[in-house]
């Protein structure tokens, strides 16, 4: 299969903690990207980082990608109610484009 | 603002009817998307297109055909719908040179 896979599948934290989730890839790729879907809605992209880079943040989001262990994580600091939601990645190559099967986070208020 | 639009939200459709899906984009994006999801299985790549009158199959193209007439419509067609394609339909947009691509809200699709 060329799924990306996301772990935990699920995660459940209090609101301020820090919530951290991986992501696996098995294709090579050009750039690896975060996506957000609210319940039931269209996913919102959050942040990419190309495959040349290591480190990305943007705003409470850090993002980290190891091309030699094809995997990548998402790191949520000072989480809020606002942050559940399911959290996929998503890598794309030539012609290629491949989501996770994502991360169910809930934030408990 | 940028805007992705999906004709329907939800749809109940029978087993062998012809279904269509319609997305329509305000970006001028050449690149369009469907996918399908389903729990557990996440986002899966029906086709795609990068330019008019051009598509390419994603991962489980069976089953499926899909339109790109005009630049801004991308159709997703069930020639002969069944109880599998049972699905949330999600459609994408994305420009050239950016990689982000621009999601519509959904068509949850129920086939009888």
């Known amino acids: 299969s060329q799924q990306g896979e996301e772990d935990p599948q699920a995660l459940s934290i209090q609101e301020g903690e820090n919530a951290t989730m991986n992501c696996s890839y098995k294709?090579?790729?050009?750039?690896l990207q975060w996506y957000r879907q609210n319940s039931g809605r269209g996913l919102v992209h959050l942040i990419l980082?190309?495959?040349?880079?290591r480190e990305k943040h943007s705003g409470r989001l850090r993002v980290t990608l190891d091309t030699s262990k094809k995997s990548s994580s998402l790191l949520i600091t000072a989480s809020r109610a606002a942050d559940t939601a399911s959290y996929f990645c998503?890598?794309?190559?030539?012609?290629?484009?491949?989501f996770g099967t994502g991360t169910r986070l809930k934030v408990l208020a | 603002d940028v805007k992705v639009t999906q004709s329907s939200r939800y749809l109940v459709k029978r087993t062998g009817e012809k279904v269509f899906l319609e997305c329509v984009q305000d970006?001028?994006?050449?690149?369009m998307f469907w996918y399908r999801q389903d729990p557990g299985l996440g986002l899966r790549l029906i086709y795609f297109?990068?330019?008019?009158?051009?598509?390419e199959k994603g991962d489980i193209p069976e089953g499926y055909s899909v339109s790109r007439e005009k630049k801004e419509r991308f159709s997703l067609i069930l020639e002969s719908a069944s109880t599998n394609q049972t699905s949330m339909y999600l459609c994408?947009?994305?420009?050239?040179?950016?990689?982000?691509?621009?999601f519509g809200p959904g068509t949850r699709l129920t086939v009888l």
């Open positions: 294709t090579s790729i050009n750039n």
């Open positions: 980082i190309r495959s040349n880079e």
């Open positions: 998503h890598v794309s190559g030539t012609y290629k484009y491949i």
């Open positions: 994408a947009s994305r420009g050239r040179e950016n990689n982000e691509q621009f």
């Open positions: 970006m001028d994006h050449e690149n």
């Open positions: 297109s990068y330019d008019v009158k051009m598509k």
